[in-house]
Each structure stands twice: as C-alpha cells, then as structure tokens.
C-alpha cells in the first residue's frame, strides 16, 4: 500500500489517498491516537469513491472514530473502463430511456463486477489491518452486493450495514441466506429504481437472527442523514 496524499481536514479527521497495485482508495482515520475499529465502505454499485455521498458518511463515521477505507471498484471512479463496461453502461442507458426491462442487463455487469471487486476489497483488508492505528474487528457498509459476497467468504467482517437500493445478482441473493452476522439493512420505500418487494425479500432471505431493517419514505437518494448516525451506533455494538 503506497499513500500518495494527505490532508487534516477541518474536524480533526485524516485524509489519506492510496494505491494498493491498481487499486485506488482512501483512508480516513480519526483524531484519536488510540487503534480504531475499521469499516470498508463499498460505494452502492461501484458509485465513485469521491461522490459526495460516500465521503460525507465516512468523515461522519471517521469523526465518530472510526478508521473508514473505500477504492473504487473495476472500471468505477478512477478506473479505466473496458469496452464491455461501456457497452454495459450504454444498453442500460438505452434501456432504462426505452423504458425495458434492465435486469438482465444489470446481471451481466454488476455480477462479474462482484467477482472481480470482492478479492481486491480483501487484499484491501490485508493490508489496512497491518497498519498502525488500525484495529479489528472490521465492519462492512455500503453496496450490498458486495457486501454479501464479503459477509459469506471474510471471516474477519463483524457486522455489516447494507443499502437496498442497488441491483443484487441473483448468485448474491441466494448468498444471504449464509449471512450470520449482525445487519442493519437500510430501504428507501419509493426508490424508483428498486422494487420494494425484491428488498424485502433479500432481507427476509438474510440468514442472521440479528437483523434490522429501516424504512424511510424517499427516493433512491433520500436516505435521512439520521441513519448515518443509527448506522455508527450500530457498528458502536458489534465493533468496540
């Protein structure tokens, strides 16, 4: 892991941009000299890791004092695409503009995205757990997917905070049903591009006796800030 920047950001928090080979990432570590609980934050859907909505919940998380790492998946963020990619990327947009179904096509680029995102998010793991300041046990927040896959196959994830509103691969909804760890599953109930019923069946399919679910009225991204906050109490639980 080679860190390439650095800044104090104005409350307290440190920012540190880094590259681990190809992968591209950021660290966030909070004042506190004391060895910090650490989450891996998967933007939702191989979102940017520079979107303003990763970055506000991990300095909040961070602040909260909380070691906070997220990069950027396979031909997301700074990441070159390949041409399948953008093949991928324009079906969907034709797609979704001729109002047509999308679920096949969001099948065959956000599971291979999976397959290639989770061993690179472990390597992460390997690396950030050797350095000073950092400690376990280790949380997992953000894009579902993902997040399965990591629940399922990282003996080393605590507990996990999920967003319901990305597309799950169907080899990842039968993969809920292995989940047995403690899981805070947040739904937008109108989000328009998530079917209420498909998230309520993933929750429901969780294997973990230590499930929760909150539901707010809202759009895709009108998630409260509120459950930043609930989110950090929750891995306050199950990671000091």
Request: glycine share 10%; hydrophobic share 40%; net charge negative.
């Amino acid at each position: 892991m080679h860190f390439t920047s650095e800044q104090r950001l104005d409350d307290g928090v440190l920012e540190r941009e880094f590259t681990l080979g190809e992968i591209p990432g950021t660290l966030w570590t909070p004042a506190s000299a004391e060895p910090a609980p650490l989450i891996l934050m998967a933007p939702n859907n191989g979102l940017s890791r520079r979107h303003s909505r990763p970055v506000a919940r991990a300095r909040q998380s961070a602040a909260y004092g909380y070691a906070v790492a997220a990069i950027d998946a396979p031909g997301c963020g700074d990441r070159p695409r390949s041409a399948a990619d953008e093949q991928a990327r324009a079906d969907l947009r034709r797609a979704m503009g001729a109002g047509e179904p999308v679920d096949e096509i969001f099948e065959s680029f956000v599971g291979p995205l999976v397959e290639k995102a989770v061993p690179e998010w472990r390597a992460t793991l390997d690396a950030l757990l050797s350095l000073p300041g950092i400690g376990g046990p280790v949380g997992n927040s953000g894009w579902t997917a993902v997040g399965i896959r990591l629940a399922v196959t990282e003996p080393r994830i605590a507990a996990a905070g999920f967003f319901a509103g990305g597309y799950v691969p169907r080899a990842q909804r039968e993969e809920a049903r292995q989940v047995s760890i403690p899981l805070l599953f947040l739904l937008q109930w109108d989000d328009e591009g998530n079917p209420r019923q498909r998230a309520l069946d993933l929750f429901d399919a969780f294997g973990t006796q230590e499930k929760t679910l909150h539901a707010n009225l809202g759009g895709h991204t009108g998630t409260p800030w509120f459950e930043v906050e609930d989110g950090d109490r929750f891995f306050s639980r199950h990671l000091r």
